[in-house]
């Protein structure tokens, strides 16, 4: 497995700003990813973050909404930009190590009020 | 396309009673089965896995079989204790398209076990 860590773990935001969620993990992983959990619901993929390169998207997300940085092969941020309280949710990272599974971050719950 | 269709919950067991949560697939090709728990208040965890058809997957007393027939992965306990109180995730990859580490969850199941 792999050691994740996130920061902040919760924050409470004003509508119409920006929070940008960090993930670090112990040891270098080729595949990230972001992932948002909305109150009482399954978890969704936003992207897949590619080191040295834009990020990849899944349908319903977009880059100019939830920017991702992929600076090394340990660390990622998500920023939620322009935030509503539809956007209220657990976010959280993964990696991919070895077989196909992935290990996730504790998550960083965001409230916007 | 390509989903998750897990049982709906909550579930509310007592103590040491017998566990099923069922999961079924679409994919194409052959992909990875996953049941991963999310605790109160945490993170998800991988519980168990299974990569071809047939695996049994085992973790903590839970196992889950990989039945490519009936495209099922239902997670089991012979006896769920109060620790147990969670809520599970059933998950796969692709198959053959897409990314092999691209995750589609299921809505998740929440278990209540009763003391």
Excluded at chain 1, 15 to 34: A, E, H, N
Excluded at chain 1, 54 to 68: C, H, L, N, Q, R
Excluded at chain 2, 66 to 82: A, D, M, P
Aim: with cysteine.
């Amino acid at each position: 497995s792999a050691v994740i860590s996130q920061k902040p773990s919760r924050d409470i935001c004003q509508r119409g700003t920006s929070l940008t969620i960090q993930c670090q993990v112990d040891s270098q992983v080729t595949m990230m990813f972001w992932y948002r959990q909305q109150p009482g619901q399954s978890l969704t993929l936003i992207a897949t973050a590619n080191q040295g390169s834009e990020a990849t998207y899944e349908s319903g997300f977009v880059i100019d909404k939830f920017p991702i940085s992929r600076p090394n092969l340990t660390f990622s941020t998500l920023t939620v930009s322009n935030m509503s309280p539809e956007d209220s949710s657990i976010y959280l990272c993964s990696v991919g190590r070895g077989g196909n599974e992935q290990f996730f971050g504790p998550g960083t719950r965001l409230t916007v009020l | 396309g390509n989903s998750v269709t897990q049982m709906e919950g909550p579930v509310t067991l007592s103590e040491e009673a017998f566990l099923t949560i069922n999961c079924t697939y679409t994919a194409t090709g052959y992909p990875s089965l996953f049941w991963y728990v999310q605790y109160p208040g945490e993170g998800l965890q991988l519980l168990l896995k299974a990569t071809k058809a047939d695996d049994k997957g085992s973790n903590k007393g839970f196992e889950a079989t990989y039945r490519k027939e009936t495209t099922s992965f239902h997670l089991e306990k012979g006896s769920v204790q109060v620790s147990d109180s969670a809520v599970y995730f059933c998950a796969r990859t692709p198959g053959s398209s897409g990314s092999a580490r691209q995750l589609t969850f299921g809505s998740g199941t929440q278990l209540t076990v009763l003391p």
